[in-house]
């Protein structure tokens, strides 16, 4: 036992992609820089946590009040008992958010306590939740927001001088000929192509039936197949993935915003998706991770941890990964500073594979300088109003 002695959150930002960079044009009316949200928690041993919540790029400010408004109800307590924190926030919380911004925030603190009781023991965080039943894991490189031909030839070199076979690319329902051009152009460096959809946020979503015209007219055009489709539902559309998947060859997968384990079990239990993405800093921690693949396991589904967060969740779904028996994981590509130093050698890459992080705790480095360095930025909030980055007609993807 070591009791919790203090709480603070921490807003952090820091140059992220280039002021070119498509998502930068559509989702950063302030420019490239990007925000995360953390909770530092001190134990009474001097030990301290770290956890992320991915609210905090979208709404840091919530973010931060909302930890302030938890922290009363966790000083004194037992810093080791993870499960009886979350619960103790989940009576704070769940009346007005059972669902929502306050998960991110559940998620942050008790992936800062995980990390704090495996420090303390000496331990990674993995080992709490579980043996992993393998020292590395598969990866796919997570990119492709691209609007040019070059831009596309640079990340699969990136991909191929690291090993990595699988390429996640964004694309809409219209974009049939890019696609096609890029399961071509990436089939000559061995890449297999994933399509995010980017439904997540679509209300209302595409029909099933112009996913189904997308995936008909890239086949039309080439013999080399997607591998999965991503979001390419709505999330308020479970339905509509389960008619998906018995209409098209690529895996239908999603889930990454989903922010509790009962309803991610319970789209397992209906055979919503092929494998499910779970998000450690979104749907309540690592140990909310481990019941995705606790039920995952009993339906033969697969699980894919999402990772585009901050450092410290990348960690957090990382070690969920390990812990959980996964097999594939996701690399992000978007430079960003702030989380190259706070990873540092935690996140080892080795042909193509991700190297079991045996480190005490999640194997972030945080200091003063670091925090000093990327100061919060109030303009470094990502808009979910996109703008229009006037990308080219589908006929450049024609041309030689």
Same mark, same amino acid.
């Given at each position: 036992?070591?009791?919790?002695?203090?709480? @603070?959150?921490?807003?952090?930002?820091?140059?992220?992609?280039?002021?070119?960079?498509?998502?930068?044009?559509?989702?950063?009316?302030?420019? #490239?820089?990007? =925000?995360?949200?953390?909770?530092?928690? =001190?134990?009474?041993?001097?030990?301290?946590?770290?956890?992320?919540?991915?609210?905090?790029?979208?709404?840091?400010?919530? %973010?931060?009040?909302?930890?302030?408004?938890?922290?009363?109800?966790?000083?004194?307590?037992?810093?080791?008992?993870?499960?009886? &924190?979350?619960?103790? !926030?989940?009576?704070?919380?769940?009346?007005?958010?059972?669902?929502?911004? #306050?998960?991110?925030? /559940?998620?942050?603190?008790?992936?800062?306590?995980?990390?704090?009781? #495996?420090?303390?023991?000496?331990?990674?965080?993995?080992?709490?939740?579980?043996?992993?039943?393998?020292? &590395?894991?598969?990866?796919?490189?997570?990119?492709?927001?691209?609007?040019?031909?070059?831009?596309?030839?640079?990340?699969?070199?990136?991909?191929?001088?690291?090993?990595?076979? !699988?390429?996640?690319?964004?694309?809409?329902?219209?974009?049939?000929? @890019?696609?096609?051009?890029?399961?071509?152009?990436?089939?000559?460096?061995?890449? @297999?192509?994933?399509?995010?959809?980017?439904?997540?946020?679509?209300?209302?979503?595409?029909?099933?039936?112009?996913?189904?015209?997308?995936?008909?007219?890239?086949?039309?055009?080439?013999?080399?197949?997607?591998? $999965?489709?991503?979001?390419? /539902?709505?999330?308020?559309?479970?339905?509509? $993935?389960?008619?998906?998947?018995?209409?098209?060859?690529?895996?239908?997968?999603?889930?990454?915003?989903?922010?509790?384990?009962?309803?991610?079990?319970? @789209?397992?239990?209906?055979?919503?998706?092929? $494998?499910?993405?779970?998000?450690?800093?979104?749907?309540?921690?690592?140990?909310?991770?481990?019941?995705?693949?606790?039920?995952?396991?009993?339906?033969?589904?697969?699980?894919?941890?999402?990772?585009?967060?901050?450092?410290?969740? /990348?960690?957090?779904?990382?070690?969920?990964?390990?812990?959980?028996?996964?097999?594939?994981?996701?690399?992000?590509? !978007?430079? %960003?500073?702030?989380?190259?130093?706070?990873?540092?050698?935690?996140?080892? /890459?080795?042909?193509? %594979?991700?190297?079991?992080?045996?480190?005490?705790?999640?194997?972030?480095? %945080?200091?003063?300088?670091?925090?000093?360095?990327?100061? $919060?930025?109030?303009?470094?909030?990502?808009?979910?109003?996109?703008?229009? &980055?006037?990308?080219?007609?589908?006929?450049?993807?024609?041309?030689?």
């Amino acid at each position: 036992m070591s009791k919790i002695k203090n709480i @603070r959150s921490l807003l952090l930002s820091s140059p992220y992609a280039e002021e070119g960079h498509p998502e930068i044009l559509e989702c950063f009316p302030n420019g #490239a820089k990007r =925000t995360i949200g953390m909770v530092e928690i =001190t134990l009474e041993n001097g030990t301290k946590g770290l956890g992320e919540g991915y609210l905090a790029v979208f709404a840091p400010r919530v %973010f931060e009040s909302i930890v302030e408004l938890c922290t009363p109800y966790l000083i004194d307590a037992d810093g080791f008992d993870i499960k009886q &924190r979350v619960r103790d !926030l989940c009576r704070v919380c769940d009346y007005w958010s059972l669902q929502g911004a #306050a998960r991110h925030v /559940i998620s942050a603190v008790e992936i800062a306590l995980a990390d704090a009781k #495996a420090k303390s023991l000496n331990i990674p965080v993995h080992k709490l939740y579980g043996d992993a039943k393998t020292d &590395r894991m598969e990866m796919y490189g997570s990119g492709g927001i691209c609007d040019t031909k070059e831009h596309f030839r640079e990340e699969l070199k990136q991909l191929s001088e690291l090993g990595i076979g !699988l390429y996640k690319i964004r694309a809409e329902k219209d974009d049939i000929i @890019r696609t096609a051009w890029i399961l071509e152009e990436a089939a000559k460096h061995g890449i @297999r192509v994933g399509v995010d959809m980017c439904q997540n946020l679509a209300d209302p979503p595409q029909k099933v039936k112009e996913v189904v015209d997308y995936v008909t007219g890239i086949q039309n055009l080439t013999d080399q197949e997607i591998i $999965f489709l991503e979001e390419s /539902i709505g999330p308020a559309d479970p339905e509509g $993935f389960k008619a998906l998947r018995r209409c098209v060859s690529p895996k239908v997968c999603g889930g990454e915003i989903i922010t509790t384990p009962t309803e991610m079990n319970e @789209r397992i239990r209906s055979q919503v998706y092929d $494998f499910v993405q779970p998000d450690a800093s979104v749907i309540g921690g690592i140990g909310a991770v481990m019941e995705v693949f606790e039920q995952a396991n009993q339906m033969n589904t697969e699980v894919v941890v999402h990772a585009w967060g901050g450092p410290v969740a /990348i960690m957090a779904s990382y070690h969920a990964a390990f812990a959980g028996g996964g097999n594939l994981v996701e690399f992000p590509m !978007l430079d %960003f500073p702030l989380g190259d130093e706070m990873l540092g050698e935690s996140k080892a /890459i080795l042909n193509g %594979f991700l190297l079991r992080p045996d480190g005490a705790g999640l194997g972030i480095t %945080f200091n003063d300088e670091i925090e000093n360095k990327y100061r $919060f930025d109030e303009t470094a909030v990502y808009s979910c109003k996109t703008l229009d &980055r006037g990308k080219p007609p589908e006929s450049y993807w024609e041309e030689n």
